[in-house]
Nanobody, 126 residues
Framework: QLQLVESGGGLVRPGGSLRLSCTASGSTFDYYRVGWFRQGPGKLREALGCISSHDGTAGYDDSVKDRFTIFTDNLKKTVFLEMNRLGSDDTADYFC???????????????????WGQGTQVTVSS
């Protein structure tokens, strides 16, 4: 049974960067799609991006594609979300999710993921 744990959240100043991790246990991410989502205060959960771990290809929502990068380690045990030029709108709980398969074309839909982490909180504030 795949289990996911996010880490790396915290307080960061506007304009700063942060790297979140999503670590798998019980299996590796090989042949899984791994998506990142977030839910800000009073907002719906939104999809940020997804990586197809088999070949390392990633896709992003237009709102973050110029600032966020998703990549995996060589062992495919951890997927990272690198976030740059953070602003107050990026304050949210961040979640990773996984499902066997590839990202396109369904990666933005929460119901397409079976496995979810518990989330890690990111606060952007001066």
């Amino acid at each position: 049974q795949l289990q996911l744990v996010e880490s790396g959240g915290g307080l960061v100043r506007p304009g700063g960067s942060l790297r979140l991790s999503c670590t798998a246990s019980g299996s590796t991410f090989d042949y899984y799609r791994v998506g990142w989502f977030r839910q800000g205060p009073g907002k719906l959960r939104e999809a940020l991006g997804c990586i197809s771990s088999h070949d390392g290809t990633a896709g992003y929502d237009d709102s973050v594609k110029d600032r966020f990068t998703i990549f995996t380690d060589n062992l495919k045990k951890t997927v990272f979300l690198e976030m740059n030029r953070l602003g107050s709108d990026d304050t949210a709980d961040y979640f990773c999710a996984a499902e066997p398969g590839f990202c396109p074309p369904i990666w933005k839909y929460e119901h397409e993921y079976t496995y979810w982490g518990q989330g890690t909180q990111v606060t952007v504030s001066s």
